[in-house]
């Protein structure tokens, strides 16, 4: 799986969108690029996942750059509750064997 | 809560000891996938099974050990153990073995060994 690149601490105020980048500069044509967050020791949470286009669910957007070689996750409107570790992760659909590796995130702490 | 339950939440023990972890996916779900978060690593993959057979390994230390059972519900057996190993032991579940999306995790078992 190709590897990512994040920055290791964000911060952002309550109320305000939180954007966290992403490199994957080497990503394949067939990995899908995958969000997850850890809030303080608890089991890590699937966010949002995507391919080519730009997806949007309840709890946040991705956008994906048209070269593919880096995205942004978008959390609307951050609450204290946002703060977490969040990770990026590629990884290849529908192959045998494929576990996430997550790597070191980003930890973003919302202020109030 | 995302379904997937683990046991015990808190273990301490000594080293040398052996100890199992265990983990029951959530309904329906055919794979299982052990990682290990320590506080210098990360969460480290350790070991994955499908359908009660083992499907990719990781970063797992000949001392562990991994089954998955008919009813799916799976368990680590840590054995030898080291201050090192002194860990969260997170356990998740997902459909099938390479499906797209979520994997769900559960809220750990935390290991102290002294």
């Known amino acids: 799986d190709a590897k990512t690149t994040q920055p290791p601490s964000m911060d952002c105020a309550e109320g305000r969108a939180a954007n966290l980048p992403c490199n994957h500069s080497?990503?394949?044509?067939?990995?899908?690029v995958y969000w997850y967050r850890q809030i303080h020791s608890q089991g890590p949470q699937y966010i949002i996942h995507g391919l080519k286009n730009n997806e949007t669910n309840e709890m946040a957007s991705l956008i994906i750059t048209e070269d593919r070689k880096s995205s942004t996750l978008i959390l609307p409107h951050a609450t204290l509750r946002d703060t977490a570790v969040y990770y990026c992760i590629v990884r290849v659909e529908g192959q045998a064997g494929t576990a996430l590796i997550f790597g070191k995130g980003t930890t973003l702490s919302v202020s109030s | 809560d995302s379904g997937v339950t683990q046991t015990p939440k808190h273990l301490i023990t000594a080293t040398g000891q052996r100890v199992t972890l265990r983990c029951s996916p959530r309904s329906g779900d055919l794979s299982v996938y052990w990682y290990q978060q320590s506080l210098d690593q990360g969460l480290q993959f350790l070991i994955q099974y499908y359908n009660g057979e083992e499907r990719a390994k990781g970063n797992i230390l000949e001392r562990f050990s991994a089954q998955q059972f008919p009813d799916l519900h799976s368990e680590l057996n840590l054995s030898s153990l080291e201050l090192g190993d002194s860990a969260l032991y997170f356990c998740?579940?997902?459909?099938?073995?390479?499906?797209?999306?979520?994997?769900?995790f559960g809220e750990g078992s935390r290991l102290t060994v002294l």
């Open positions: 998740a579940s997902s459909v099938t073995w390479g499906s797209t999306g979520e994997l769900f």
């Open positions: 080497t990503i394949s044509g067939n990995e899908y």
